[in-house]
């Protein structure tokens, strides 16, 4: 996971709040991007993904956008819920149709009633 | 529920031994990876397998060994147990294996070694 990294490790904000989710990719030639959200003693679950041609997506109370020129990506949660707390892992595709995906350590965000 | 079966969910074992851990992907899903989840990694990819072949390896250990059967369910199997292969094990599955799709995760397996 050494190419796809977050700025912040953990996150904290109060209910009802928007939290933003920050994630810096390395690799100029990811074509595919996608959030993931893993609550304590469970399996990843997919949140949203965005390919490169795309530099907004938004569903539901989620939008990711994509800033290629800077090599970020972002998520977006609306009026945050405490369901919401778990870490979120960003990750990058860079191999195309061979390729992988390559996490991030992941940020934890702990919503706070 | 993601689709996606991983058994057993707990695994406690001791150093030198061999495991064998079990996954059965979604149903219609043609590819399954395998994942190593631990505190001070991440998620690393281990190997992809689609339709029963081999398609992509990334940092899996000479001791670890994975195989796709016919009916299309998974095993990984790790021998010469050491502490440090202690970990959260991920089995991933996607329809077509062909890297820019979202996968589905099963809850995975701990494995302990002592």
């Known amino acids: 996971g050494e190419s796809v990294g977050l700025h912040l490790p953990t996150l904290s904000v109060q209910e009802g709040d928007n939290s933003i989710i920050n994630c810096a990719y390395s690799n100029s030639a990811s074509d595919y991007f996608i959030w993931y959200k893993q609550e304590s003693g469970k399996g990843p679950q997919f949140i949203i993904d965005?390919?490169?041609?795309?530099d907004k997506r938004q569903g539901q109370r989620v939008t990711v956008l994509l800033n290629k020129t800077v090599k970020h990506l972002s998520l977006q949660i609306a009026a945050t819920q405490p369901g919401d707390s778990a870490v979120y892992f960003c990750?990058?595709?860079?191999?195309?149709?061979?390729?992988?995906?390559?996490f991030g350590k992941g940020t934890k965000l702990s919503v706070k009633p | 529920d993601s689709g996606v079966t991983q058994t057993p969910k707990h695994l406690i074992t001791a150093t030198g031994q061999r495991v064998t851990l079990r996954c059965s992907p979604r149903s219609g899903d043609l590819s399954v990876y395998w994942y190593q989840q631990s505190l001070d990694q991440g998620l690393q990819f281990l190997i992809q397998y689609y339709n029963g072949e081999e398609r992509a390896k990334g940092n899996i250990l000479e001791r670890f060994s994975a195989q796709q059967f016919p009916d299309l369910h998974s095993e990984l199997n790790l021998s010469s147990l050491e502490l440090g292969d202690s970990a959260l094990y991920f089995c991933?599955?996607?329809?077509?294996?062909?890297?820019?799709?979202?996968?589905?995760f099963g809850s995975g397996t701990q494995l302990s070694v002592l």
């Open positions: 990750a990058e595709n860079y191999g195309g149709s061979q390729g992988n995906l390559i």
């Open positions: 991933a599955s996607s329809v077509e294996g062909q890297g820019a799709e979202k996968l589905f």
């Open positions: 965005i390919r490169s041609n795309m």
